[in-house]
């Protein structure tokens, strides 16, 4: 009775063990790429469209800083399409960093990569126990689309990372149904709204150039005329 009460005991034991090796295991995965990336993020050159996104940054800056009425970050290439999240916060740390512009924007990359990265091995984990957490965030630091783009794509990398907090959130939401966390719904809600930005940006500028033009002044005024107030 003893020996068959405690063979249960003794797999839960080895189960806890491996588990916490795997974790030590993926969390070196992680230590080691934020490591290659604080030292190197400096030899990265420029992206295809650095400067262009850098102008965008300054431009949103200015966005906001002139209370909406500076709208040139409404029109400004198609940028407007993608969002300015990244643009706007590394043109803001490059005021308050001590590297370059390009230097700055570099490692803000490779930081939220790396925050992708650990999104994904929570992911992993939550779905598949701590061996696939493992091979999901060694797999993603070694694939060489992810892991250089984080540095030079300042559209498609902070959006890969985005999409891994998404759906870390929504795993995290089912599996707590019907009360879900606090920590749940900020995952939730930065997942969602973080890409949201770049629909907000297109519909303003779409907005902008819909009430300035000639046919919706006539068609408001219209409206106007047919129901008074």
């Known amino acids: 009775m003893h020996q068959a009460a405690a063979k249960p005991l003794r797999l839960q034991s080895r189960a806890n063990q491996s588990a916490r090796w795997l974790d030590g295991l993926a969390i070196g ?36 800083q002139s209370n909406f009425t500076d709208q040139r970050a409404l029109s400004f290439v198609n940028l407007y399409m993608y969002g300015g999240g990244f643009d706007i916060l590394a043109t803001l740390a490059a005021k308050t960093l001590p590297f370059g512009l390009f230097e700055t924007r570099r490692l803000l990359g490779a930081v939220v990569g790396l925050v992708g990265l650990f999104a994904t091995w929570r992911l992993g984990r939550r779905l598949g126990g701590p061996l696939a957490g493992l091979l999901a965030v060694t797999l993603l630091a070694t694939c060489p689309l992810y892991y250089g783009h984080m540095f ?53 500028r779409w907005r902008t150039r819909f009430y300035r033009s000639p046919s919706s002044r006539r068609f408001a005024g219209a409206q106007l005329v047919q129901n008074p107030r």
């Open 29 to 64: 995965v992680l230590a080691a790429a934020t490591a290659i990336a604080f030292v190197t993020f400096r030899d990265y050159g420029l992206g295809w469209d650095d400067y262009t996104h850098s102008q965008y940054g300054a431009l949103l800056v200015s966005l906001y």
């Open 152 to 204: 030079i794509n300042a559209k498609d990398g902070p959006f890969a990372a985005v999409m891994a907090i998404a759906l870390l959130g929504l795993v995290r939401a089912f599996l707590e149904f019907p009360r879900a966390t606090p920590a749940t719904l900020a995952l939730c809600g930065i997942g969602v709204v973080l890409p949201s930005e770049r629909e907000s940006l297109a519909a303003s």
